[in-house]
């Protein structure tokens, strides 16, 4: 019996020293997340949040990997198909996911932000704290678009020079959708 508690404590001992030695994850409160700063999930994203989820947009997949703590692949159910990269980290102190969604090219096209998963409600005052949220971010008013006539859901848009912002509740589902404008729109 005593040599059991032993064995246990040396293998606990042994797995607290092996942890130490990783690496640690680069943090910054600054920069953007094109300039190579990282992140762990469990701190989020640091500094102008927004920003650097919005700079994802243009930037070879590759280089987005060991971003917001590291990027998982995403692709169709047959593996056919390259998708992007999702991220599970946290967004002005919230636990979000974010996907990337890729050109043939691997270039990433377009960025969207669960803010609320299905999991649970989504009230008036997180949509509320999310739009004060993007319109400090992009320095831009937000335009409400009102309801859709086909699917009965609100959304609210922010356009930058270069950039549209997406806010949709649906249900229990709470996301922000990031595009680039482009051709004409811009």
């Known amino acids: 019996m005593m040599d059991k508690k032993w064995m246990v404590l040396v293998a606990l001992a042994m797995g607290v020293l092996l ?5 640690a994850a680069q943090t910054t409160d600054e920069g953007t997340a094109g300039n190579g700063a990282s992140q762990t999930a469990d701190e989020g994203v640091a500094g102008d949040g927004l920003a650097q989820v919005a700079s994802l947009l243009g930037q070879q997949d590759a280089d987005t990997a060991d971003l917001f ?3 998982t692949e995403n692709w169709t159910a047959d593996k056919s198909v ?5 991220f599970e980290t946290k967004l002005y102190g919230e636990p979000v996911t974010i996907y990337t969604s890729c050109g043939q090219d691997d270039v990433v096209e377009s960025v969207s932000v669960w803010i609320a998963d299905g999991t649970g409600e989504v009230s008036d005052q997180q949509v509320g704290d999310w739009q004060m949220r993007v319109s400090e971010a992009t320095g831009v008013q937000m335009e409400d678009m009102g309801q859709a006539s086909e699917s009965g859901t609100y959304a609210w848009r922010w356009q930058t020079n270069d950039t ?3 806010l949709r509740p649906l249900e229990n589902i709470l996301s ?3 595009i680039p404008a482009v051709g004409e729109l811009q």
């Open 176 to 178: 922000l959708d990031i």
């Open 164 to 166: 549209f912002y997406t």
């Open 19 to 23: 942890a130490g030695c990783t690496p």
């Open 82 to 86: 390259y998708i992007g990269r999702v």
């Open 69 to 71: 703590g590291g990027g």
